[in-house]
Nanobody
Framework: VQLQASGGGLVQPGGSLRLSCAVS????????MGWYRQAPGKERELVAI???????TYADSVKGRFTISRSNAENSLYLQMSSLKPEDTAVYYC????????????WGQGTLVTVSS
C-alpha cells in the first residue's frame, strides 16, 4: 500500500485548501483513513478520521471548518479545509489502516500547509 499526499501550499488566514491522498495497492473495504498534522516543535496530532462505513471523527480544533471525505471510485482521501488560521500551519499526513493487514499503519509523505498573510 502506498499513499501520495498533495494539495498543500501557502494560503492567507480565512482561506481554503483541499488536500488529497491517493491510495494505491488497496481498495477501501474495512479500512480506517485519516489526516494528521505536525506543527514545528510539536507532536503529530489527529485532525480527522473516517471509517469504511462512514463514521467520522474530528479534532475539536477543526470542527466546523474541515471536512474529511473519500472516493471509492478514485481510491482517494480528501480534506477540505476552510476558515484557515495561522495555527493550522503544519505538515499534513494521511494515514491508512486496513483489517486485512491487522490494522498496520501506512503513512503518506506529508504536504506542507502554511497559513500566513
Amino acid at each position: 500500500v502506498q499513499l501520495q499526499a498533495s494539495g498543500g501550499g501557502l494560503v492567507q488566514p480565512g482561506g481554503s485548501l483541499r488536500l488529497s491522498c491517493a491510495v494505491s495497492g488497496s481498495n477501501f473495504a474495512r479500512v480506517i483513513m485519516g489526516w494528521y498534522r505536525q506543527a514545528p516543535g510539536k507532536e503529530r496530532e489527529l485532525v480527522a478520521i473516517i471509517s469504511s462505513i462512514g463514521t467520522v471523527t474530528y479534532a475539536d480544533s477543526v470542527k466546523g471548518r474541515f471536512t474529511i471525505s473519500r472516493s471509492n471510485a478514485e481510491n482517494s482521501l480528501y480534506l477540505q479545509m476552510s476558515s484557515l488560521k495561522p495555527e493550522d500551519t503544519a505538515v499534513y499526513y494521511c494515514k491508512f489502516q486496513r483489517h486485512a493487514d491487522a490494522w498496520r499503519q501506512y503513512w503518506g509523505q506529508g504536504t506542507l500547509v502554511t497559513v500566513s498573510s
